[in-house]
Each structure stands twice: as C-alpha cells, then as structure tokens.
C-alpha cells in the first residue's frame, strides 16, 4: 500500500463538531473561552487537526460534502463533461437540479454540501482558538496551525465558488446564535482566504517524512492559493505561485497518464495533494471515502463495482484529438476491454443492449481487480482523491503567462501547455496570438482534469458558462447555487437566499 496506517488511524479522532447552520446543538461545544491542556484530548493539538483530514475523507456515512455525491453532483454533473449516471430511475430528480439547472433550495444535496463545509470549518475554528487561548507558538504547533488555516480556506474556496457571498465565520462558535450571521461580501471571503493560505504557505513544511503522507505541504497551499488567484484573475500573483511550485523541482509529470491513477501512482512525483483512503487485506483497516465507490461501475455480480454516478458524457468523448492518450485513462466503455484482462457487460444503449444503465464509466477511480482481491472489496473505497496534481499547476501556469502577455511569457505558456500536450502523446502548440493559445490551454484543462471536479467552474470564470452549457438550460442565474432553505430559516431572516431564488 502507498499510505501510511499511522496517519489514516489518527483521522477517525472524534471531534465535537458545531452545525453552524441547521441548529443541532447535540454537536454543540459548550466549553469556556479559556482553553487548559485538558482540551486537548486525543493527543494534543495535532490530534484536533487529525480530525480535519478525516472530515474531508468523508468515510462517515454522514459525510459526503467533499467527495460524495453532493460533492459530484455541485462540482461534476454541472460541467459538460460529465453528468448524474446511475440508472435513469435512480435519483432522477439530481439530473434535473444539476444538470439541466433547475436548482432547488430545499434538496439534501445541497444541505449536506453546505452543512458539511462549515463544519470542517467550525472544526478548524476550534483548533485556532485552542491554540491562541493556549499561546501555542513551537514549531509543531505552528504546522498544526497552518493545516487548519488550510482548511478553513479549502472550504470557503468551495463555498465562494458555489454560492457565491456567504457568512464569514472565523471564530469558534459556543452559541447557535452566534453562528447566525449575514453574508459576508466576495470580497471578504477572499480576503480570509489570502490570509489563511498565506499562513499555510509560511509555516507548513516543504516535506514530510514518508510515515505522514498526505499531509499538507507548502506546495499544496501555493497550488490553492494560485487556483484562487486565477479565478479572481490575478495573473501575475497565479504566475508568481505556480511558478515557485515548478522551479522547486518537487514535483514532475509521470511518463504514463493513467497511472496517476492507480495505486501505484497515488502519492506519486506527480500529487501535490490527495485525499487519504485506505482499506486493508480483506477489508480490515477499512478507512474508506465515498469518492470511488459513488462513481464505480452500476452493475451486479462481478460488476457490482459502485453507485454508477458521474459518468463521462459523449460530449467528452468525442471532444478528445486521435491519438490523446488521456482519453482511455479517462473514459471506460461498457462492452469494452477494461486492460485489466476483463471485458463489460454492455449498456443499454449498445445494439443489442447488455445490463449496465450507462454507456461510459470514469475510469479514474476504476477498482483494479488486484485491489479488489487483497481488500475483499469490489467497490474502489480505498481510491485517494486527487486534489491538486502537478499538471494542473503547469496549466494554471500557462494561463497566467498568456494572459499576462509579453515575449517571455508567450514563452513559458508554450513550455508548460506543451509539457502536459507530449505526455498525453500529442505535438507541440506555436504561439500566434493570445486567443489561439487561450482556447488550446482551455481545451486542455478539460482533456486533462476531465472528471476531477474543474470544469462547471473553469468555465464559469471564464466566462464561457452560458454558451457551452446554455443548450442544456444554464442562464447567468445558474453561477450560484442558492443558499439551502435551512440555513435561511435556522438564521430567522438574518441570511438573505440569493438573488434569481
């Protein structure tokens, strides 16, 4: 196995978690202002952290908001390269919300989605103002610090994109009424945002030793900060990061695409950041995610290999060149050989038609049958999510040097677009003007990150919504999710739902 069980173990810590938003004050920490060590259960602060790598991993059934569906389904089944799957029977309310965006405020998708990332957001509030109450300043203390700052702007990134303003909550809230507040500007989300990963970036290591894998890292905190800086178009300050990520020499592209997606590959030269899971020899050590068993192949028997949600379109199937080899890592035919010396069973829409309900798979979080023998397990519960990789930081890079213009940079947005290009088998790009070089890193942000959760937002700021996805009902409203219909009624009038809803 590629991880560590030290850490995994450490992330079922149980932490008292507030429920910002829905009033359910079971979670409710009630302890005073004043922290004392006895706070500190579990191991110190560094086990409070603990719990907020297990809050992202969502092994919990209660837990999906950052790679469940509700994760898919806000980050996925939006965009055109990818849409609700399963059976047409199964959840076929999820493909009208998302898919052809008739949003709905009161649908559990949402809720959970929402609920989820305060919470992780309350969790890292509690470990900040346990350490400040505490006067906590040794170096371990500052790293702990700087991953819950992490993760506090990780969530707000999310919720800024999805929603749109939100309320700001940047203290530990004993009181449900406290959590009652207004939104809070763009603006000043992002300013948060800044702030934390600016911490992150000064105080988490470069490294860590091979027992901690999956932690945080100065690189992850550079690569989330230039994410947000490029969907606020700060070129120059999305270079500028990326850049320091490349020049490192920590990272590189693997020979072999699809391996970044295989065991072997999880933790590799190319992962700046993943999602922990892991499932032991016949299913002991079972620290799961829903990420890779909510999108695994819908079938029975053999071929019960997960829910069958997310699932490639034939918009995406069709948009790849002859010849990019990104396209079978990416996509896997019912009724095709899956290289793993299996065939499936056909769809329905095949002729004659076979059992499965969809013609194309993710083959991303494809379970290999090796895994699925040592774990006793067919569905891919132990596939790490893929947070931030190599080559999204070389695409982010070549953007931000088109944009910013200029011999040099017209350069480097040759260099790193073409580095990701000859790895997927495919030739050079010239630069001729802006335009020509803006639409072909477009098109590769999308054959590269295809069914990784960036497209519905690429597209977004980039302005190109409403013509790539106004065929299937997108209108400007559709940028922003409205605010779950609990949240505006636990807060009594004082959060105001979106406007369009």
């Known amino acids: 196995m590629n991880r560590i069980k030290q850490l995994i173990g450490s992330l079922l810590i149980a932490i008292p978690v507030v429920m910002l938003f829905t009033g359910c004050e079971k979670f409710l920490d009630r302890k005073p202002l004043t922290a004392t060590l006895d706070d500190l259960n579990q191991g110190g602060l560094e086990g409070q952290v603990y719990g907020l790598y297990g809050a992202i991993r969502n092994g919990d059934v209660a837990g999906q908001g950052f790679g469940g569906i509700p994760w898919l389904a806000m980050h996925g089944f939006r965009a055109d390269d990818s849409e609700k799957g399963s059976s047409s029977a199964d959840g076929a309310d999820w493909g009208v919300i998302y898919d052809e ?13 929402w609920d989820q990332h305060y919470v992780l957001i309350g969790q890292a509030n509690t470990a900040l103002q346990l350490a400040d109450s505490l006067g906590l300043t040794d170096d371990a203390s500052r790293v702990n610090i700087a991953e819950a700052k992490f993760f506090r702007a990780f969530a707000y990134f999310d919720l800024v994109r999805a929603f749109g303003e939100v309320p700001k909550i940047d203290f530990r809230v004993y009181n449900p009424n406290d959590a009652k507040q207004p939104k809070a500007s763009i603006q000043e989300i992002y300013a948060l945002i800044d702030e934390d990963l600016d911490e992150a970036m000064a105080n988490l290591p470069v490294v860590w030793q091979a027992k901690y894998k999956g932690r945080l890292t100065q690189a992850a905190a550079r690569a989330l900060k230039a994410k947000t800086l490029l969907t606020r178009k700060n070129w120059s300050g999305a270079f500028s990061l990326a ?3 490349i020049l490192s020499g920590q990272f590189r592209l693997l020979d072999d695409f699809a391996t970044n997606f295989k065991e072997a590959g999880e933790n590799g030269p190319e992962s700046i950041w993943e999602i922990q899971a892991y499932i032991g020899p016949n299913g002991t050590d079972n620290y799961f995610s829903w990420y890779g068993i909510a999108q695994g192949v819908r079938g029975s028997g053999d071929w019960d290999l997960g829910w069958g949600w997310n699932t490639p379109t034939q918009s995406l199937v069709d948009a790849y060149a002859s010849g990019d080899e990104r396209k079978a890592a990416t996509i896997q035919a019912s009724g095709e050989a899956d290289g793993y010396g299996k065939t499936l069973p056909g769809s329905v829409f095949d002729v004659p038609s076979g059992p499965l ?9 494809y379970p290999e049958p090796s895994m699925q023998s040592s774990t006793s397990n067919r569905q891919a519960g132990w596939v790490n999510q893929r947070e931030l990789r190599y080559a999204d930081v070389l695409l982010m890079a070549a953007e931000a040097a088109n944009e910013l213009g200029g011999t040099e940079n017209q350069l480097f947005a040759e260099r790193y677009l073409n580095q990701v290009r000859n790895r997927a088998g495919l030739g050079n790009v010239t630069f001729v003007d802006k335009d020509q070089m803006r639409t072909a890193i477009k098109n590769e942000r999308r054959y590269e990150l295809a069914m990784e959760g960036e497209r519905f937002f690429d597209l977004v700021r980039w302005g190109d919504a409403e013509t790539v996805l106004g065929p299937a009902g997108y209108v400007p409203c559709n940028q922003y999710y409205p605010i779950p219909q609990s949240a505006i009624d636990f807060s009594g009038g004082v ?7």
Do not use: A
């Open 101 to 113: 965006f008739q949003y709905v405020k009161d649908h559990w998708s949402s809720t959970t989605y």
């Open 243 to 245: 850049q320091q990520i």
């Open 357 to 365: 309900p969809r013609k194309y798979w993710n083959k991303k979080v």
């Open 495 to 501: 959060l105001v739902q979106n406007p369009c809803w």
